[in-house]
């Protein structure tokens, strides 16, 4: 009985050394995953900023030389053109986009609900809206 008293003594003492390290082992593991994916996030918020100023950068630049554009065309066409650039401006529709990006469509209505296949070119079903 003595024997095993001793034994297991010896079990629970070897188990506490051991057991200390292997402890200080797990956490400094899973210090070491946290600094890594706090790392990781931080290189991602700088790398989408970093996007969204190239973004800006273009949308300001795509910007400047559609004004330059249209204040030289402008400037060569005279009043007749600026007339029909503006009727044309008034038929066209706008729509804005999640993101805050301005769609233009210059198609005129008569176009819109044109059929774009001869009844003799396959099955045209006709789409109507719910």
Do not use: W
Not at 24 to 31: A, E, Q, V, Y
Not at 62 to 81: A, L, V
Not at 117 to 124: A, V
């Amino acid at each position: 009985m003595g024997i095993l008293l001793f034994i297991f003594f010896l079990v629970v003492f070897i188990l506490m050394l051991v057991g200390s390290r292997i402890l200080k082992k797990i956490k400094d593991t899973k210090k070491a995953v946290e600094e890594a994916a706090d790392l990781r996030e931080q290189r991602l918020r700088n790398e989408t900023g970093r996007q969204r100023q190239q973004y800006s950068q273009r949308q300001q630049q795509n910007t400047q030389s559609s004004q330059n554009t249209e204040s030289s065309q402008n400037t060569q066409s005279g009043q007749s053109s600026q007339n029909t650039q503006n009727a044309q401006n008034d038929n066209a529709r706008r729509t804005e986009t999640a993101t805050g990006e301005t769609i233009i469509d210059h198609h005129h209505e008569t176009r819109e609900n044109k059929k774009i296949f001869d009844d003799e070119e396959g099955e045209y079903v006709e789409f109507e809206e719910a």
